[in-house]
C-alpha cells in the first residue's frame, strides 16, 4: 500500500493559489480513479482505492503547509505504511512553471511542507514529486505572497493543464515505479 500526500492549504481562499498544487493534483487523481475523498481523520481529508494493482490512500492534510508531518505522521503509523512507501507532491518555486522532478529521499530544498514532513518522520526516504511554479516575475514580490497569490484567467488555465499532466505522472509513478516515471517525464 501507498500514501499519497498532496501537500496544500485547508479553505477556499487558498484553493486555486500556486501553493495548494498538492491538493489540485490528489483532487484530480481521485477523480480519475473513482476514489472518494470522503473520510476525514488523522488530521487529513483523504480516501482509500486502487490505482492499477496498487492500493493507495490518497491524503490532503488539513494542519496547514507547516504542519503537514504530524498529519503524514499520523497516517503512515495507522495504516502500517513504511516511509518509503510515501509519495508527498508538492509545488517548488525553484523548478520552471510545469517542470517536473522526480526524487526519491533527500533534503527538503527549503519547502516547508517538506520539512515538516522529515522532521516528523525522523526520515527523508519517501518519493517526492516536485512541480515547478517558478519563481515571482515582479521584482521584489515576496515568495510568500506569490505562491499564495490566487490565480485567475490565463494563469489559472496554465495551472489547470499542469494538474492534468502532472495526474499522469503520478499514475506512472505509483504503477510502473519512481525509476520509470523519471525515464518518461524528466527528459520533457
Known amino acids: 500500500m501507498k500514501l499519497v500526500v498532496g501537500l496544500g492549504n485547508p479553505g477556499r481562499a487558498y484553493r486555486w493559489t500556486r501553493h495548494n498544487l498538492g491538493f489540485l493534483l490528489i483532487e484530480r487523481i481521485a477523480r ?26 490518497l491524503s490532503k492534510p488539513q494542519t496547514y503547509m507547516n504542519l503537514s508531518g504530524e498529519a503524514v505522521r499520523r497516517l503512515l503509523q495507522f495504516f502500517r505504511i513504511p516511509p518509503e512507501n510515501l509519495v508527498v507532491l508538492h509545488d517548488d518555486l525553484d523548478l520552471p512553471l510545469g517542470k517536473i522532478r522526480i526524487r526519491l ?4 530544498g ?57 495526474a ?19 527528459k520533457k
Open 110 to 166: 527549503g519547502h516547508q511542507g517538506v520539512k515538516s514532513i522529515i522532521d516528523a518522520l525522523g526520515n527523508d526516504g519517501f518519493i517526492r514529486l516536485k512541480v515547478g511554479i517558478g519563481r515571482p516575475v515582479e521584482r521584489g514580490q515576496d515568495p510568500a505572497d506569490y505562491v499564495l497569490e490566487s490565480l485567475t484567467g490565463k494563469a489559472k488555465e496554465e495551472f489547470k493543464a499542469i494538474v492534468e499532466r502532472c
Open 168 to 186: 499522469q505522472v503520478v499514475e506512472v509513478l505509483l504503477i510502473e515505479g519512481p525509476q520509470e516515471a523519471m525515464e518518461q517525464f524528466h
Open 105 to 108: 529521499g533527500g533534503g527538503h
Open 32 to 57: 480519475q480513479n473513482g476514489i472518494e475523498l470522503s473520510r476525514r481523520g488523522f488530521q487529513s481529508v483523504y480516501g482509500r482505492g486502487k490505482i492499477g494493482n496498487e492500493e493507495v490512500i
